[in-house]
């Protein structure tokens, strides 16, 4: 099932969970009940929040922000991060909400990379958000803390996995670019190699 529909099937399928446990718990009062009623408003409001966060991301990065700033630059620490935690193996496993905003046949590299930058300002402001279940202690209780923080830590490690596999995306295509700009440089700087290509552009894929 595409990520998408499974998202809205998930959201539908919450909200008559939640009634159902709500009419059943007011019938029965039971304890047990209570609890996993909690439980699934945690989870719808985990995927609501979500919803409305990408959207307030998508209005943030309507242009693309500068790449060179400490939150989208690239750190030192990061490939080796990335080898360590094996993302290479698993990145393909995980969901897409839209796949077509990174298909190489229908985009250019420059507007997947803004697909990617929007996709990692939305997961960054999901594992803000997803914290912010944590108030409804004032709502229930302080005594369902463990529920809200669980459910939060869970929520925020699977975004930041995304924000992950978008920056390793992301560095992997600047490095295309940029292996591309000095194959040009080195080739209009250099008259032997233009001699050599005899005087063709040079338009193959430089990566072989």
């Avoid at 700009?181 to 209009?188: C, D, I, K, L, P």
Wanted: include cysteine; hydrophobic fraction near 45%.
């Amino acid at each position: 099932m595409p990520a998408k529909k499974l998202f809205y099937s998930s959201i539908i399928i919450l909200f008559l969970l939640c009634g159902l446990f709500f009419y059943t718990y007011n019938h029965t009062e039971s304890t047990f009940l209570y609890y996993v009623l909690i439980s699934f408003v945690t989870f719808l409001y985990h995927l609501l929040i979500r919803f409305f966060l990408g959207g307030i991301g998508n209005l943030l990065t309507i242009k693309l922000p500068n790449l060179n700033s400490f939150l989208f630059k690239k750190h030192s620490w990061e490939d080796s991060f990335y080898k360590k935690i094996k993302l290479k193996k698993w990145k393909h496993k995980q969901l897409t909400f839209d796949p077509s905003a990174f298909d190489f046949n229908i985009h250019s590299l420059q507007e997947i990379k803004h697909s990617m930058v929007k996709s990692e300002v939305v997961h960054i402001l999901c594992i803000i958000g997803s914290f912010s279940s944590i108030f409804f202690c004032y709502i229930t209780g302080w005594n369902h803390l463990c529920i809200f923080l669980i459910t939060a830590l869970f929520a925020s490690l699977f975004d930041l996995s995304l924000v992950f596999t978008q920056r390793y995306n992301r560095f992997r295509i600047e490095r295309y670019e940029l292996m591309k700009e000095n194959v040009a440089w080195s080739y209009w700087t250099h008259p032997h190699m233009q001699a050599s290509a005899g005087g063709s552009t040079v338009t193959g894929d430089t990566t072989a």
